[in-house]
């Protein structure tokens, strides 16, 4: 399972950004999906996460700012960045739980990362 990360860039405080994470390959289930960020010298922390089923959870940090949502016909996961704050930047990634064909597990996997930079 390959998932690509895109939408990153640079904004201004108070403005906004859309993240897409795109999954392909051999899914059987695309389970939750998750973005995380991190800044250099700091952990990886959760940012949203969303549920197959639609069903949505926020860090403290992010809620009444950012919203998750998902197209499960396409596998991809949106992470919408409204009144963005200089302490939102950060690597942003996806990680996605799945059941890949001919497997009865679920696994993790990881997109590659996608820089959010926001500018006071």
């Known amino acids: 399972v390959q998932l690509q990360a895109s939408g990153g860039g640079l904004a201004q405080a108070g403005g906004s950004l859309t993240l897409s994470c795109a999954a392909s390959?051999?899914?059987?289930?695309?389970?939750?999906m998750t973005w995380y960020r991190q800044v250099p010298g700091k952990e990886r922390e959760l940012v949203a996460g969303i549920t197959n089923r639609g069903v949505t959870h926020y860090a403290d940090s992010v809620k009444g700012r950012f919203s998750i949502s998902r197209d499960n016909a396409k596998n991809t996961a949106y992470l919408q960045m409204n009144s963005l704050k200089p302490e939102d930047t950060a690597v942003y990634y996806c990680?996605?739980?799945?059941?890949?064909?001919?497997?009865?597990?679920?696994?993790?996997?990881w997109g590659q990362g996608t820089q959010v930079t926001v500018s006071s």
């Open positions: 390959g051999s899914i059987f289930v695309l389970q939750t």
């Open positions: 990680k996605a739980l799945a059941v890949i064909h001919d497997s009865t597990y679920i696994q993790p996997f």
